[in-house]
C-alpha cells in the first residue's frame, strides 16, 4: 500500500472506529494515562496491520483482532508489573440532553464497573459481544469453536448479570 | 424485559459511550515507527553486505586457507554462524516490522511461543558453541606470527567469546520470560493449561 493511500486509510479507520477503540480500551485499563498509551499502542498496530488486511473477515473484526492482542499482552504486563493504580472512571458522553446523558451515562458507568470486575477470560467475551460481534467472528478472533463462544459466552452473560445485580 | 432485550439495552448503552480518553494523535508514533522501520531495512542490508564480502574473502583467500586445518575450521565455523544468525535475524525482525494478519489469539500465542523457542534454542547453541570454543585464544596465541598480533589476537577472541556468552545468558532470560507470559496468557484468556510443551524452557 503507498504511503499517502496508507495514511488516508488509516484516517478513516480511526474516525470510523476510533470510538470502539477507546471503549475497548476502558474495558481492560482503568487508569486514564495508562489507557491513552494503550489506545496508542493499538492505533499503532492497526496501522502497521492495515497493509495485510485482504478482507477476509470484516475491518472491524480485523482491527478488533488487533487490539484485542495487544490489550492481552497489556495486560499480562500489567499483572507482571502492577504499579500504582489511580483510578479514573470518567466518561464523557458525546450524546444530547443533558437528563438522557445523566442517565445514561449513570448506567454507562455501572455497566464498565461490571465489565471489569469480571474475570479476564470473561470481560473479553463480553465485551467483543457488546461490540456486536457474531459468535463465529468471535470464534475466529479467539481461535475456539463456535460452540465453545455459546457455552463461555452464557457463563460470562451470567456473571455480568450477577455483577449488574449488586450494584 | 426478557433476556434478550436486557442484551440490547446493554449493547444500546456500551455502544453510546465515549471513554473520557480522546482518540490520541498517533503521527508522531507513526513516524517513529517509520523511521525505526527505515532504521531496521538499512541494518539488515548491511548486515548482508558485510556477509557477502566476509564469504568473498573467504573464498578468495581459500588457497592459504586451507593449507591450514585449524584455520579452516575456525573460518567455516565463523561464516557458518553467521549465516545462521544472520538468516534467523533477518527473518525474525522483518516480521516484528508487521502486525500479523488474521491470526486468532490462539494463533498469535503459539507465534510467539514459537519464535521464543527460536530464540532458545539459539541462545543455547551460541552457549555450547562457547564453551567449545574455550581453547581457541590461547591457539590463536600460540599460533600467532607476531607477538602483537597474538595478544590482539588473544584479546579479540576473549571478547567475542565473552560477549557471545553473554548475550546468550541474556537472550535465555528473556526468553523464558516470554514463554512464561505466553503460557500465563494462554492460561487467563484461553483457558488453556501450559501442557509439557508450554513449559518454561530450563536450557
Known amino acids: 500500500m503507498l504511503r499517502g493511500a496508507q495514511d488516508a486509510t488509516f484516517a478513516c479507520v480511526v474516525a470510523e472506529h476510533g470510538p470502539m477503540l477507546a471503549r475497548f480500551t476502558a474495558s481492560f485499563e482503568r487508569n486514564r494515562h495508562a489507557r491513552e498509551d494503550l489506545l496508542q499502542d493499538i492505533l499503532l498496530g492497526v496501522w502497521q496491520a492495515l497493509p495485510a488486511f485482504r478482507g477476509d473477515a470484516s475491518l472491524k473484526t480485523y482491527i478488533l483482532g488487533v487490539a484485542h492482542r495487544r490489550c492481552a499482552s497489556h495486560v499480562m504486563r500489567e499483572v507482571a508489573q502492577p504499579r500504582h493504580e489511580e483510578l479514573d472512571d470518567e466518561w464523557v458522553d458525546g450524546q444530547p440532553g443533558p437528563e438522557a446523558l445523566a442517565g445514561l451515562n449513570q448506567q454507562q458507568a455501572r455497566l464498565l464497573s461490571a465489565l471489569r470486575d469480571l474475570p479476564i477470560g470473561q470481560r473479553q467475551l463480553v465485551v467483543l459481544a457488546l461490540e456486536g460481534l457474531r459468535y463465529d467472528e468471535i470464534a475466529d478472533l479467539l481461535g475456539i469453536t463456535v460452540g465453545n463462544v455459546g457455552v463461555r459466552l452464557n457463563r460470562a452473560r451470567a456473571a455480568l448479570r450477577e455483577q449488574l445485580e449488586e450494584r | ?203
Do not use: C
Not at chain 2, 494523535?25 to 548486515?47: F, H, K, S, Y
Not at chain 2, 553486505?49 to 575450521?73: F, H, K, P, S
Open chain 2, 1 to 203: 424485559m426478557n433476556e434478550q432485550d436486557k442484551w440490547a439495552n446493554l449493547q444500546d448503552v456500551w455502544g453510546a459511550s465515549r471513554p473520557a480518553s480522546a482518540v490520541p494523535d498517533v503521527g508522531l508514533m507513526i513516524a517513529r515507527a517509520r523511521r525505526e522501520r527505515r532504521l531496521t531495512v538499512l541494518v539488515l542490508v548491511g548486515e548482508w553486505v558485510m556477509m557477502i564480502v566476509a564469504a568473498v574473502l573467504v573464498a578468495e583467500r581459500w588457497q592459504r586457507v586451507a593449507t591450514n586445518g585449524y584455520e579452516t575450521l575456525w573460518l567455516g565455523f565463523q561464516t557458518l554462524l553467521m549465516g545462521v544468525i544472520i538468516v534467523v535475524y533477518t527473518w525474525t525482525r522483518l516480521a516484528a516490522l508487521h502486525e500479523p494478519a488474521g491470526t486468532s489469539l490462539r494463533d498469535w500465542l503459539a507465534l510467539r511461543r514459537r519464535r521464543a523457542r527460536l530464540g532458545l534454542r539459539l541462545a543455547r547453541f551460541t552457549r555450547w558453541t562457547t564453551v567449545a570454543l574455550l581453547p581457541a585464544p590461547v591457539i590463536v596465541l600460540v599460533m600467532a606470527r607476531s607477538t602483537q598480533a597474538g595478544i590482539t589476537g588473544l584479546v579479540t577472541t576473549t571478547l567475542v567469546l565473552g560477549a557471545g556468552w553473554w548475550w546468550a545468558q541474556r537472550k535465555r532470560a528473556h526468553m523464558n520470560a516470554e514463554i512464561a507470559e505466553v503460557d500465563a496468557l494462554a492460561l487467563e484468556w484461553l483457558d488453556e493449561p501450559p501442557g509439557p510443551s508450554g513449559q518454561t524452557s530450563r536450557a
